[in-house]
T-cell receptor, first 114, second 112 residues
Framework: DTGVSQDPRHKITKRGQNVTFRCDPI?????LYWYRQTLGQGPEFLTYFQNEAQLEKSRLLSDRFSAERPKGSFSTLEIQRTEQGDSAMYLC????????????FGPGTRLLVL | RKEVEQDPGPFNVPEGATVAFNCTYS??????FFWYRQDCRKEPKLLMSVYSSGNEDGRFTAQLNRASQYISLLIRDSKLSDSATYLCVGGRASGSARQLTFGSGTQLTVLP
């Protein structure tokens, strides 16, 4: 499967714990996006990377959230001191600058904070 | 007010029916528009891009009216497999990338 992959697919954690999610984009895609989706809502943009550079962050990305893409390939999203309000689906998408620049989404990581 | 607004539905239609979804956007900086489809507990997948001239892909027709800031999706001869949530999406240039803003989605159930 050469699509976007995310790991883990599900994560249950206790409030106050730290969690880290991984995204592997489509191999030739240099652009990577993180979104958050809560029940009954569409995905909301969190942050964007072009290669290894983090070029934009949403105001939704509080200081407890950090994202990296150290080698311009896979990316990690870490949430520190998780809160119940962080419970959501975290989606990763990738795209390439060529053509219509369609964003292809991974299956998501579903986070539940107890 | 949300940047992209959709009727949440649910729309319950019989197989073979024609169904139309509407969407409005408030950010005039939005330059490109899309419809994504999302199945239950799955990731969004691009259904089609939306152009001012209107575009058709099989049973699906999308239309954009920039003056009214209105986007539509028409599904003809609906199939059971069309049951999903349809997300209206606006895209705008943000630096060198395209930032997508999603509506909350319209839920469609096609009944046998």
């Amino acid at each position: 499967d050469t699509g976007v992959s995310q790991d883990p697919r599900h994560k249950i954690t206790k409030r106050g714990q730290n969690v880290t999610f991984r995204c592997d984009p489509i191999s030739e895609h240099n652009r990577l996006y993180w979104y958050r989706q809560t029940l009954g809502q569409g995905p909301e943009f969190l942050t964007y990377f072009q290669n290894e550079a983090q070029l934009e962050k949403s105001r939704l990305l509080s200081d407890r959230f950090s994202a990296e893409r150290p080698k311009g390939s896979f990316s990690t999203l870490e949430i520190q001191r998780t809160e119940q309000g962080d419970s959501a689906m975290y989606l990763c998408a990738s795209s390439t600058r060529q053509g219509a620049e369609t964003q292809y989404f991974g299956p998501g990581t579903r986070l539940l904070v107890l | 007010r949300k940047e992209v607004e959709q009727d949440p539905g649910p729309f319950n239609v019989p197989e073979g029916a024609t169904v139309a979804f509407n969407c409005t956007y408030s950010n005039s900086a939005s330059q490109s528009f899309f419809w994504y489809r999302q199945d239950c507990r799955k990731e969004p997948k691009l259904l089609m891009s939306v152009y001012s001239s209107g575009n058709e892909d099989g049973r699906f027709t999308a239309q954009l009216n920039r003056a009214s800031q209105y986007i539509s999706l028409l599904i003809r001869d609906s199939k059971l497999s069309d049951s999903a949530t349809y997300l209206c999406v606006g895209g705008r240039a943000s630096g060198s990338a395209r930032q997508l803003t999603f509506g909350s989605g319209t839920q469609l159930t096609v009944l046998p």
